[in-house]
């Protein structure tokens, strides 16, 4: 399994949260972002940057991401991308999208969409909270400990 950060929008908290997770498990990471981050000096850590412009680190990510991976986004098309492709999905607040919720969060964004094209404020997402991190370390937690027993 390989991990794929889809990281120009992802909290910092959860990059750490990665960070640590592929240490402890050897999991090679790869960030992707179309600006340079810093990341921890580990030959099981990299950093892609990609070149700016709409979705070009989905592109990449989709490109590269093989059967069995982890894909770290809170993309749906590129959540969508990935399932197709048979890996994993998971949201920074810890949503698995899989083929069994993906068509339906794909039909609720792109209704969203439309809805913002047509002039209506739906409002943003809620600010990122400690109860996001949380779901998100221990959805983690269970998808690595199910890849090692695989």
Same mark, same amino acid.
């Given at each position: 399994m390989h991990i794929w950060v889809d990281a120009d929008a992802c909290p910092v =908290?959860? !990059?750490?949260?990665? *960070?640590?997770? =592929?240490?402890?498990?050897?999991?090679p990471l790869t960030l992707v972002a179309n600006q340079y981050l810093r990341v921890p000096g580990s030959p099981l850590i990299r950093?892609?940057?990609? /070149?700016?412009? *709409?979705d070009e680190? %989905? !592109?990449y990510i989709a490109a590269h $991401?093989?059967?069995? %991976?982890? $894909?770290?986004?809170? %993309?749906? /098309?590129?959540?969508? %991308? $990935? $399932?197709?492709?048979?890996?994993h999905a998971l949201s /920074? !607040?810890?949503?698995?999208f899989g083929k069994e919720n993906i068509r339906e969060l794909l039909d609720l964004r792109n209704f969203m969409d439309t809805l913002r094209n047509t002039g209506v404020d739906t409002g943003g997402p809620p600010p990122f909270s400690a109860a996001d991190r949380q779901a998100f370390a221990n959805r983690l937690d269970r998808l690595l400990r199910s890849a090692g027993r695989r």
């Open positions: =908290v959860i !990059k750490d949260i990665l *960070f640590r997770a =592929v240490e402890r498990t050897g999991l950093m892609i940057q990609v /070149p700016g412009g *709409f680190a %989905d !592109k $991401v093989e059967a069995g %991976d982890l $894909v770290i986004t809170a %993309d749906i /098309p590129l959540a969508a %991308d $990935v $399932v197709a492709r048979g890996a /920074p !607040k810890g949503e698995l």
